[in-house]
């Protein structure tokens, strides 16, 4: 969301079991999280195309790694 300056917002993404009963609850269920992102010094800030005179950037600059730990917080809270 940052990176596009509020163009495409970032969704929280949640895991949850089925349903006591449901079809899905009785089929084995194998999950593989996979997790990605920018080196934690990278500089996160809007990309030049989402920013104009009509766009101002919307958020400050932050290190992949300060952002990353400000979402665990919030997320804890």
Not at 1 to 12: A, I, K, L, Y
Not at 51 to 76: C, G, T, W
Request: charged share 20%; hydrophobic share 40%; net charge positive.
């Amino acid at each position: 969301e940052v990176w596009t300056n509020g163009r495409w917002t970032s969704m929280v993404h949640r895991v949850m079991k089925p349903p006591a009963g449901s079809a899905a609850a009785s089929n084995p269920r194998l999950s593989l999280p996979f997790f990605t992102g920018p080196h934690g010094d990278a500089l996160i800030e809007a990309i030049p195309t989402c920013v104009d005179e009509n766009h101002p950037a919307r958020y400050e600059p932050v290190k992949a790694f300060d952002h990353l730990m400000k979402k665990i917080k919030q997320s804890n809270a």
